[in-house]
DNA sequence: GGATTCATGTAAGAGGTTACATGATTAT
DNA sequence: ATAATCATGTAACCTCTTACATGAATCC
């Protein structure tokens, strides 16, 4: 299963909103999610036309008297069944983290859902669980090389780890609309 | 000015120890750098010309009595240069200490340069500085989400100074290094 | 007789960037 | 007047992936 490019996704979500035409998107994503997420002009309608063909999207035209036509967007329920089956999906990848995940945090609260701590705590399990397959594969290296090659990886898991409990959990306990737990897993005391 | 796609690199490198034909190298990338460095067959043969093109690379037929012909390429001095001019070059993103970077330090040791600690202290300086830089960000940043993000990236970077310090400090300095021995006659050494 | 190794490539497509192309309105 | 904002798109190109294509030699 290929799952789609998460530029999509940022578009969907800046759907869920409300309908909107292009250059509306491309602002609500340029001053929200700043530098953390940039979609191109080009890149947004080509996008656009890619997810109306699949159906997450339809459009109509706004004809305006002083300016030219807009196109506006709106989510069918299938993108909003997908954009949500996406949101609250752990990354599989640890690269995903610092551009995926942090946007699906985003919009979690930025549109009022609940369940932010259990996507926390779900990632937090599986980098936990990945942490150990690279702990073992660590002990069985060969050469030196690969060792240090792991070590990276465990040390960057490590600091992901500890940003999700402490960084990301502030971040969602603020506003006190759902309740904090940061009990997020049973069998990890380790640091 | 553009920066060289990484992969490149890595063609280079596995060249600077000798002359070799292309499934060389690919066996070569394997089995050495593992899961740090994939390089497809198709991707190898069409960077291989381009390199050529580029005239980083020369090449030659070496016939075969009982194989197919091989194509056997060696380094220009150009392409030497290109080489150990990347090579201790420390990476602008942090995004690329984990494939480029590690695969400078795996080339370093291999080849028995010296100046890896100078690499690493450089990349430190460098990780040093940008941390500065995030960390004025993060105290004028408007929003929540912002710091978190912010947050993300100062841990990441912390992260790795401390692998720098410690797993690539030991990781040079370790003794029994391989010192590369050249094997120029055709296909004597191979299997 | 069939799988694996050796050995080299082409073609199509996915996902993205940069450049190009248009044009009216509004603010300075 | 001219720059910025509003508003939409196409075309070319870059890097990499996957699939396709070929074929002899050797190992089991």
């Known amino acids: 299963m290929k799952t789609r490019p998460a530029t999509e996704y940022a578009i969907l979500g800046a759907l869920r909103s409300g309908p909107k035409h292009g250059y509306d998107i491309l602002q609500l994503l340029e001053t929200r999610l700043g530098s953390t997420w940039y979609v ?9 036309k890619k997810l109306e063909d699949r159906k997450w999207l339809r459009s109509s035209v706004a004809a305006q008297r002083k300016r030219p036509a807009k196109r506006v967007f709106s989510l069918t329920p ?5 954009f949500e089956q996406w949101l609250f999906s752990p990354t599989k990848h640890v690269r995903d983290l610092r551009i995926e995940f942090l946007t699906k945090l985003f919009f979690i609260r930025d549109l009022g859902f609940s369940g932010g701590e ?9 980098l936990e669980a990945l942490k150990e397959t690279l702990l073992e594969r660590r002990k069985r290296s060969k050469d030196e090389f690969r060792e240090l090659v792991w070590d990276a990886r465990i040390a960057g898991i490590l600091s992901w780890m500890e940003w999700l409990k402490t960084s990301a959990g502030s971040f969602l306990s603020e506003e006190g609309k759902t309740l904090f737990s940061l009990d997020l897993d049973g069998e ?3 640091n």
């Open 40 to 48: 191109s002009t080009s890149q947004l309608y080509v996008l656009l």
């Open 78 to 82: 299938e993108g909003e069944r997908a």
């Open 118 to 126: 259990a996507l926390v705590a779900s990632q937090v399990k599986l």
């Open 188 to 190: 990890s005391g380790i």
